[in-house]
């Protein structure tokens, strides 16, 4: 059994370029999917945030629309409501990689408010990368990356990866209003972005790092995790 540590985002909003907050979380099926599936596997899930607060789940994550409709949004929410590791997380502050094997961040434009300018998830980060440890990030979560960045630069410079799109944030009607765009931030980091089709899944492996593109390629990208696994 494997020990991944799931580091989730504690905002529930997003301030937008005119000052006004979008309320937001993290994205429900991006941390359900992956949960299920290491959790059915017999692995162990631990959540942290930042200062421990519980993650709040971004309310259009939860409608049918974008579940499949009515029956998947429901099975979605009821996996919320039992995933016990998500209403008990520690904080991200007291976390120690030593007892874990796998590393996971999902998305949600939540991370674009805390974790992209978190120092303590980007000790996380660089340890884990530096570990040799799969390290898996999807849709806005590449957000946490940005805070590695210090006076040499990131340790993510010259890795290949993928994140939520430009095109897809104009399609989501948010690329007006945002302060910065995700890939615009992750290109300037230094990486080597790769921009598949908007909306279909996207996963890009490159050494340890796992990314996946948007919220269809969290199950996809689960499943390489779990084959790093083993």
């Known amino acids: 059994m494997a020990r991944i540590l799931f580091v989730m985002t504690g905002a529930d909003h997003w301030t937008l370029n005119d ?9 429900a099926e991006e941390f359900a999917v992956p949960y299920r599936a290491f959790t059915e596997a017999g692995h162990e899930v631990v959540v942290a945030t930042p200062g421990g607060v519980e993650p709040v789940v971004d309310r259009g994550s939860l409608a049918p629309e974008v579940n499949g409709g ?28 030593t007892g874990f094997d796998a590393v996971y961040y999902p998305g949600g434009h939540g991370p674009m ?69 995700l890939q615009d ?15 279909a899944p996207n996963v890009v492996v490159d050494r340890n790092l796992y990314t996946g593109q948007n919220p269809a390629s969290s199950a996809p ?10």
Do not use: M
């Not at 000052?19 to 994205?27: A, K, V």
């Not at 979605?76 to 990689?97: F, N, Q, R, T, Y």
């Not at 992750?186 to 972005?193: I, K, R, S, Y």
């Open 70 to 97: 009515p029956e998947g949004a429901a099975e979605i929410a009821g996996l919320l409501d039992s995933a016990a590791p998500l209403h008990h997380p520690v904080k991200l502050e007291d976390a120690d990689l």
């Open 113 to 181: 408010e805390d974790l992209a300018v978190n120092a303590d998830s980007a000790r996380v980060l660089t340890e884990v990368l530096r570990s040799g440890r799969p390290l898996g990030v999807v849709c806005h979560g590449p957000a946490a990356l940005l805070a590695t960045e210090g006076e040499g630069g990131s340790p993510f410079a010259g890795y290949r990866l993928t994140g939520f799109t430009n095109d897809e944030e104009r399609q989501a009607g948010l690329a007006d209003k945002a302060p910065w765009l």
């Open 19 to 27: 000052g006004t907050r979008h309320p937001t979380g993290f994205w």
């Open 221 to 230: 990208l689960a499943a390489e995790l779990l084959k790093a696994l083993g």
């Open 185 to 199: 931030r992750l290109v300037a980091l230094g990486a080597e972005f790769d921009e598949g089709q908007p909306w």
